[in-house]
Nanobody, 123 residues
Framework: QVQLVESGGGSVQAGGSLSLSCAAF????????MGWFRQAPGKEREVIAY????????WYADSVAGRFTISQDNAKNTLYLQMNSLKPEDTGMYYC????????????????WGQGTQVTVSS
């Protein structure tokens, strides 16, 4: 079974940057999808970005497009999320997820999830 472990969260002032990492342990198939989700206090979990392993396709939510960048390091089985120009509304728990199906992943039904890492952006 695959285990996902997020890291890199913290507290930052508005306009600052953070870089999140998601390390995957266990067997990783050659073709899969990985993505980032977040959940703010009192709100539903939302998809932020996802990608296809080994491919050029990426997707970003409108709320983060142009500010966040999703990437991967296949050799290390690690997913990254570079977050720039952070806003207070970016505050929340950030989760990494993975699945063989892009549709399950995009709809928040991925088979594998990390425990999350907290991101707090102050004004």
């Amino acid at each position: 079974q695959v285990q996902l472990v997020e890291s890199g969260g913290g507290s930052v002032q508005a306009g600052g940057s953070l870089s999140l990492s998601c390390a995957a342990f266990g067997y990783i198939p050659s073709q899969y999808y990985m993505g980032w989700f977040r959940q703010a206090p009192g709100k539903e979990r939302e998809v932020i970005a996802y990608l296809e392993s080994g491919g050029p396709a990426t997707w970003y939510a409108d709320s983060v497009a142009g500010r966040f960048t999703i990437s991967q390091d296949n050799a290390k089985n690690t997913l990254y999320l570079q977050m720039n120009s952070l806003k207070p509304e970016d505050t929340g728990m950030y989760y990494c997820a993975a699945d063989l199906s892009w549709s399950r992943l995009a709809n928040g039904k991925g088979n594998y999830w990390g425990q999350g890492t907290q991101v707090t952006v102050s004004s």
